[in-house]
């Protein structure tokens, strides 16, 4: 290697670890090459539900239009270059969202690169590249299909990073340049982006305070920053900062560094650049379970309750995700702090370490951000090690064999991380069917996990998805999926008539509290109550479609949860009983389901624990070759209290509760049991169900 220049060596390296990153993120494409359950117009489907939000946004600059109030993001940054990639590349859109996170989260090591380069170190920065590259838990949020922001949030928090790290060790003013120009593309990229490049201002502010009060050149990197950070159009944004990067460079105005920052400070606070930390602090008032709102006072199911990310991870599962290993992660963290030690310079990643640490207690998703500083120090450790063997043949070997023992678990780790994608094959056939039928006004109800994805391929509307499901949107679009047809097919028709009512008059009432007092009703239970009642709806404005999928039954209790409390009092009431088998066994004269719940055959009853208990109806569902749903129901005992239904096709058992088997869901999904006069079935396979409101 002595033969190649530095700049050589460190595009050799960048190019070998970037082609590594890439390499590794098309396993999971090879895996399910050819699968036809994952591909829909001839290409792997994503396997992010949130990257169905961006992807709506792009098809529809794409498209140059979209309906008002369909909450399609044409404004977001990543939308807007997915469009661009579509407009300028020869590929199908579908290959575009497979294909971007593979690319440009690869291009970390770009950044890593030039920071090991500033280091007077290109063999640590190769070695980090390739590691953190495919560090497990950056793979799992950037690889193949997970078309979400993470694609790019390390990238662009590493620029700043690089170029802080130049303007510490170089003090050129184009460093300024870059500094502010990554935050404010990362915050345009990603706006949460803000609370790190706020700490790493805050770094700089305690640094400039204590060690270079009298320098100039910090001062005029703090108002750089700020710029970077304020919340104005980006556009705005671009040319504050190149005004100022020109005030800065001439020489005539070099005095008038203070008056700058005066002017900075001033822009910063009016333009609201403190409000994400007050609005953080208010948030955390709040985080109750039962949110209370409104005049009425309604009380809300907090969706925070179900979220599964929130919540402490178990030591090894944090050290693995960031390092791969517990033996990694450790001696990865001893390195990062002796690379510390040796370049202070290196102490202004410590906001993404501890940003990766937070992730202990609140959640997985945290942790990528630790990857890179820690993969820096694994680096550094090995460099270390490695300098005291003297013949430079056995120091490369040392180092190969160490990198490859801490790539190892990550490559195993990749080769069977195999995630599926966010819908199947069916089920976007049925929404690909719908879109041709329905108009781009109607409304499809549906669980919001479904609701991007539901928008991505159909261009319908939605009444909640994985941005808007707040405990009182959730709670209408809970109540209808989980009680009987009449009144769920009356609340259908209002909640959509509402939900278009409120955008027009930007009402800020919920739509629970706002239909009440429309019926002149002053509690929100009296309302529920006239839903059982030969009430006078509202004029219809616009079709409204049930989707019904069978992967809903997953989550059956999660979506009861949000309508099962008094919304006046926010008492929860009595838990549904729900329970879903799939490894039935057959033992003596019981059908074992598992859970301690068993049908006893020779008297028709369930037993649950010790108790027995009778059963009302038995009932038997399979499909025949043209996935035309057959369905036996026998009445065991009207007085029993719960009601079997096996779904012959998966070997499924359902026990349920009276008021569950009754539900909408139960009724239109499990057993196509529907009032004709209030829905027309529309598309329908095992898969999921869709259907037409005709009221
Ligand atoms: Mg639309």
New binding site residues.
Partial sequence: MKTLSETQRLWLYTLLSFAFAVAMRLVWIYHFDGYEPFYFNGQLMINTNDGYYFA?GAR?ILAGF??PN???PTHEAMSLLTALFAKILPFSFETILLYMPILLSSLVVIPMMFIAKRLGNLEIGFGASLLAGIAWSYYNRTMAGYYDTDMLNIVLALFTLYYLIDAFMTRRKSALLGIALSIALYMWWYNASYALSFSLFGLIVLYTLFYERRNGYFYQLLSMMMIGLIGVPIVLKLILIAALFVLFTQERFERYWLYLLGACIVIFMATGGLDPITLRLKGYVFKEAIESSGAMGLHFFSVMQTVREAGSIPFETFANRISGHTATFILSLIGYGYLVYRHRVMLLMLPLVGLGFIAMNSGLRFTIYAVVPLAFGFAFLIHEIVRFIEKRVFRALAATLLYAMALYPNITHIDSYRVPTVFNADEVRLLDRLKDKAD?EDYVVAWWDYGYPI?YYT???TLIDGGKHSGSVNFAVSYMLTHPQEVSAKLARLDVEFTERAFEKSETRTNIEAMSEAYGLSDANDFLTLLRTDMELPQKSRDVYLYLPYRMLEIYPTVASFSNLDLMSGEQKKQPFYFISRNARENGSLIELGGGVAIERATMSIRVGDQSVKMRRFAKTSYDNEMRLHKDVELIDFRGALNVIYMQNYDTFLVLDEATYNSLYVQLMVLEEYDPNLFEMVLANPHAKIYRLRI
């Fill in positions: 709506e529809d979209h309906q369909d909450l399609s781009r928008r261009d319908m509307k």
